[in-house]
């Protein structure tokens, strides 16, 4: 999205303006152009998967993390000797049946343990924390539609530098001149669509 919106930045600086070594490869930034939009829905795609993925890890983390509470909680009662323990369920028996289960439950506590290791978990938090910030780091681009903006910026260089515009795009393939053809119309999709959403908005605003 940010390579679109930028490469688009340069088409609406007039080329007389421009390093030499972009005036020489003017197509070559349509093409640039066309290469990222190919590439834009498999983004989002991948993106909305991590969302997707970060959201189920999250309410898993949770459950994990009550059960090995609760699991804990259990041993370290047993082992202090609660009236509601398993060393009430051993009364009755030998002292060295006792002892062993004493024993086990010593063993159990240390095995739970070691199966979370503060350094292992400061590193897997850590990791999960950094994937948060990616997935909901709110940026300007989010506002902003890569569809819209080179629509746009397109065809006031077919009207205001028409010259510009016959350079840009005199090599361009049939099936390239499609595939803008189908840009444009989704970017006047998404002008639609994006009022409707607006009036929805300003409409349920009202009742309030």
């Excluded at 590439?39 to 898993?60: H, T, V, W």
């Excluded at 024993?103 to 897997?124: C, F, G, I, N, V």
């Excluded at 393939?173 to 908005?201: G, H, R, S, W, Y």
Aim: proline share 5%; hydrophobic share 35%.
């Amino acid at each position: 999205k940010l390579s679109i919106i930028a490469l688009c930045s340069i088409l609406s600086v007039p080329v007389e303006q421009l390093p030499p070594a972009l005036q020489s490869n003017w197509p070559q930034v349509l093409d640039g152009i066309l290469s990222n939009f190919e590439g834009l829905p498999i983004a989002q795609a991948k993106r909305k998967e991590m969302e997707k993925m970060y959201n189920i890890g999250s309410d898993d983390e949770d459950e994990e993390d009550d059960e090995d509470e609760e699991g804990l909680s259990a041993l370290e009662s047993a082992l202090a000797g609660d009236d509601d323990g398993v060393e009430e369920e051993w009364v009755d028996d030998e002292e060295d049946v006792f002892d062993e289960g004493h024993e086990y439950l010593e063993y159990l506590a240390q095995q739970a343990s070691k199966t979370r290791p503060d350094d292992r978990e400061d590193d897997e938090e850590s990791e999960y924390d950094d994937l948060e910030e990616e997935i909901y780091f709110e940026s300007p681009l989010d506002d902003l539609d890569p569809y819209v903006i080179f629509r746009d910026v397109f065809a006031g260089l077919q009207q205001h530098n028409p010259a510009s515009y016959n350079e840009l795009t005199k090599a361009t393939t049939p099936t390239q001149q499609e595939f803008i053809m189908n840009l444009i119309q989704t970017a006047d999709a998404n002008v639609v669509k994006a009022a409707a959403a607006a009036a929805e908005a300003a409409a349920e605003a009202a009742k309030a």
